[in-house]
């Protein structure tokens, strides 16, 4: 075996690697975003009060808001699980869209820092680490 065939096959090793630890990963955060969807639909059932009180007692926006992420996190978990390029896309829309209402909309829907937190960690972490698995699987 050359020289070049073997740095080769030890950047695919950690190229595999690396990919696999992303899969992991994103499928962790599909189990998170599982968990914050089922949160909110067990608002909207009723089952739970959010910060904004009973969904049928929450002013539209919060309604609107918990309606939406209802949905998305579902989808987002889904398509994080199966692996495929649009679940990462929904995930980062749900996940910065949150960010943006507990943020910039701080004084309709309440500053939220562990959950503004988690997601702008998340995402930076995920973004990292396809970032490395990307550049070990690229030719040198």
Do not use: C
């Amino acid at each position: 075996m050359s020289v070049k065939a073997s740095l080769s096959t030890d950047q695919s090793a950690e190229h595999d690697r690396l990919a696999r630890m992303l899969d992991i990963y994103a499928r962790s955060l599909a189990g998170a975003m599982m968990l914050f969807g089922f949160y909110h639909w067990a608002v909207i059932l009723g089952l739970l009060a959010d910060t904004g009180g009973t969904f049928e007692a929450m002013p539209a926006a919060w309604q609107v808001a918990t309606m939406h992420f209802a949905v998305f996190d579902l989808v987002a978990a889904v398509g994080l699980w199966m692996r495929v390029a649009w679940g990462n896309v929904v995930w980062i829309y749900a996940a910065l869209s949150e960010v943006v209402l507990h943020t910039i909309f701080y004084e309709k829907f309440a500053f939220d820092f562990l959950l503004v937190a988690f997601h702008l960690i998340t995402i930076t972490t995920f973004a990292v680490m396809a970032l490395f698995a990307y550049r070990a699987g690229r030719p040198r």
